[in-house]
T-cell receptor
Framework: DVKVTQSSRYLVKRTGEKVFLECVQD?????MFWYRQDPGLGLRLIYF???????EKGDIPEGYSVSREKKERFSLILESASTNQTSMYLC??????????FGPGTRLTVL | GNSVTQMEGPVTLSEEAFLTINCTYT??????LFWYVQYPGEGLQLLLK?????DKGSNKGFEATYRKETTSFHLEKGSVQVSDSAVYFC??????????FGAGTRLFVKA
């Protein structure tokens, strides 16, 4: 079975802190994604990566950056957390077909 | 642009009732269409998909038919169970890496 794991299920940070969210997949997928999920808005794409060291902005990249140094690991970075970044963050990886495999999510609260 | 609209929830049904969750889309080109399900405390997982007009996707008793003429991909199940309680997301992918998700519809099934 494909497994996508995220470093934390719940995280509480203070405004201005630097936050790292990590995602690891074990199926050698080339494509990886970071979304945020907010009530009534569904999933919105923050960044994606189609290969090691390659990244593309999604629909809402402002305030975020990413890192993909190894194929299995895709990190989302909040350089200076703000309260409007309180959300559920979902990582996904994708096969050469259309199916995306999601991690369990990290619920981030910024105080 | 590309977008997905699905019915607002929550939808509350009694066990063994018939389920329909409406989904319509706007897309340039010929999209692949998906239904993902998110059980409480988990990430999303693919429920079913269809890649061309008139295809029917099915899984776990759920079905959806790709209707190009009405740009719809409604999710149906003949007899829901309490274990079907979850949030359901309709999604599309036209080309490239991005998948567009609807806002999600929460389903509650009462025993």
């Amino acid at each position: 079975d494909v497994k996508v794991t995220q470093s934390s299920r719940y995280l509480v940070k203070r405004t201005g802190e630097k936050v790292f969210l990590e995602c690891v997949q074990d199926m050698d997928h080339e494509n990886m994604f970071w979304y945020r999920q907010d009530p009534g808005l569904g999933l919105r794409l923050i960044y994606f990566s189609y290969d090691v060291k390659m990244k593309e902005k999604g629909d809402i990249p402002e305030g975020y950056s990413v890192s993909r140094e190894k194929k299995e690991r895709f990190s989302l970075i909040l350089e200076s957390a703000s309260t409007n970044q309180t959300s559920m963050y979902l990582c996904a990886s994708k096969t050469s077909t259309d199916t995306q495999y999601f991690g369990p999510g990290t619920r981030l609260t910024v105080l | 642009g590309n977008s997905v609209t699905q019915m607002e929830g929550p939808v509350t049904l009694s066990e063994e009732a018939f389920l329909t969750i409406n989904c319509t889309y706007t897309a340039t080109g010929y999209p692949s269409l998906f239904w993902y399900v998110q059980y409480p405390g988990e990430g999303l997982q693919l429920l079913l998909k269809a890649t061309k007009a008139d295809d029917k996707g099915s899984n776990k008793g759920f079905e959806a038919t790709y209707r190009k003429e009405t740009t719809s991909f409604h999710l149906e199940k003949g007899s829901v169970q309490v274990s079907d309680s979850a949030v359901y997301f309709c999604a599309l992918r036209v080309r490239g890496f991005k998948t567009i998700f609807g806002a999600g519809t929460r389903l509650f099934v009462k025993a």
